[in-house]
C-alpha cells in the first residue's frame, strides 16, 4: 500500500523560499512519475509540476516556471519542491501524487491521472 506524507510548509513572506518534501512508503518511488499540486481554499486542484520516473523530464506550469524546482532521490524513496520567489498566490495546500499507470515519457496536469495522494502540507505566503 503506497503512502505519501509531505512536508515542509509553513508561513513565509512573500519573496521568500520554501523547499517542500514528498515521502513514499509501501512501495520504490521509482515506479511512479510523481506530481506537485496545490488547492487553495474555495478553489479547484491546480497543476504545479511533474517529474517522471528516472528524473529524465520535468514539466512546470507556466506560473512557476522559473521559480519552482522539482526533484526527486529515488535511493531514498523522496521526492521534494524547492520554491523561491514566492508570491501570495503561491498559498495553499500543496499535495504530492503518484502515477503508476503512465509510460514514464509522459507527465499529466490532471489530477485524476495519479493513483495516489498524501494529505498535503499548507503554504501560506504574506504580502
Known amino acids: 500500500q503506497v503512502q505519501l506524507v509531505e512536508a515542509g510548509g509553513g508561513l513565509v513572506q512573500a519573496g521568500g523560499s520554501l523547499r517542500l518534501s514528498c515521502a513514499l512508503s509501501?512501495?520504490?518511488?521509482?515506479?511512479?512519475?510523481m506530481g506537485w499540486f496545490r488547492q487553495a481554499p474555495g478553489k479547484e486542484r491546480e497543476f504545479v509540476t511533474a517529474?517522471?520516473?528516472?528524473?529524465?523530464?520535468?514539466y512546470y506550469a507556466d506560473s512557476v516556471k522559473g521559480r519552482f524546482t522539482i526533484s526527486r532521490d529515488n535511493a531514498n524513496n523522496m521526492m521534494f519542491l524547492q520554491m523561491i520567489s514566492l508570491k501570495p498566490e503561491d498559498k495553499g495546500t500543496y499535495f504530492c501524487?503518484?502515477?503508476?499507470?503512465?509510460?514514464?515519457?509522459?507527465?499529466?496536469?490532471?489530477?485524476?491521472?495519479?493513483?495516489?495522494w498524501g494529505k498535503g502540507t499548507q503554504v501560506t505566503v504574506s504580502s
Open positions: 501524487p503518484a502515477d503508476y499507470s503512465s509510460l514514464s515519457g509522459l507527465l499529466y496536469r490532471d489530477p485524476a491521472r495519479y493513483d495516489y
Open positions: 509501501g512501495r520504490t518511488i521509482s515506479n511512479y512519475n
Open positions: 517529474i517522471n520516473r528516472n528524473d529524465s523530464i520535468t
